[in-house]
């Protein structure tokens, strides 16, 4: 059912009421696959990543989440996010692994410059962001999670940031971000063996704040959004920057070397071998 449709649904039109169907009318327009409901009276956005059939992030869909926190912190209605995904198997599958395999470099270059951004963007947000984690969430899946400042998980999934296994290696600001998170020596381990932890195991290390079933992850994110918002908006913004914004800077004042890091190192005969043999083995286990 397309969007357009789904508005015109008497039981939803009920339910929402007609000034929240204006709203997510207006936020949804910029894009299908990036989902906005920004609820007028409490000032939350559940933003549901949608793009079939693992939320893997391509140029485009970056593209669209950027656009989409730009929309939301030019809001001044907006004061939380809750990051989810319409998929409930699937959180997000991390990067578009088909965006690095024999890649062009100008693409290549976007894009790497779109996810940077995104990051930016995210981890250094105004708002309170939760990921309501209800799915898988492999590499720059797990990347967005740690951007945001809760995390809530359904049980029974996985999570972390598996690049070494797959012959890559996750940025610095992957780590970073990863550390902000669950301190040093807990990072060392899971980035240098590329450890995909369950949702239990990421719980032991404060990787995920909290394990749910999957029918209460949103109401969950919802609740604790509640006593996020309880704080006034200036000295949680003010804290949370004098946080987080040395690795923002970090990545500002390095950002070109990064992007031709990131370049030479795709480009390489032998990581290509290694894509390949990825995405042959990815495509073997989807066809069982
Ligand atoms: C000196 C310093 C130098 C620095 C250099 C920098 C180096 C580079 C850094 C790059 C950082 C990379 C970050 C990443 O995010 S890489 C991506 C990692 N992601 C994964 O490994 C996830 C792979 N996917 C899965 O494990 C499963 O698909 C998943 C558990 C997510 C879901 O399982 P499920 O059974 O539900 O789905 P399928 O496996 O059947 O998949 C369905 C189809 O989707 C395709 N797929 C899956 N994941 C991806 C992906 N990430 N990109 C593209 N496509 C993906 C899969 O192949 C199936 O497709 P088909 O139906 O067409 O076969």
Redesign the pocket.
Known sequence: MSLKQLFRQPMLRAMLGRQHIQALRSMTTQSDKVLVDLDPKTGVAVVQMNRP??N??NLEFLSDINNTLDKLHNDKSCRGLILTSS?N??FC??????E?YQPQTDRLTEFWKTLQNVWMNLYGSRLATIAAIN??S????C?LATCCDYRIMVQNF?IG???T??G?????W?VDSMEGVVGYRQTELACQKGLMMTTDQASKIGLVDEVVTPEVVLQKAQNEMVSWLKIPDYARQLTKSQMKMPNINKLRARRDE?VQ??V???TKDS?QQALGF??EN??K???K
């Open positions: 059939p693992v893997s992030l998929n198997k699937v599958a991390g990067l578009d692994i088909m690095m799915g898988h492999p590499a720059g899946g990347l996985t940031l598996n690049e296994q797959l890559i290696i996750p940025p610095f992957f990064d890091h990131f030479n190192f795709i990581v990825y995405i990815l495509k286990k989807a066809k």
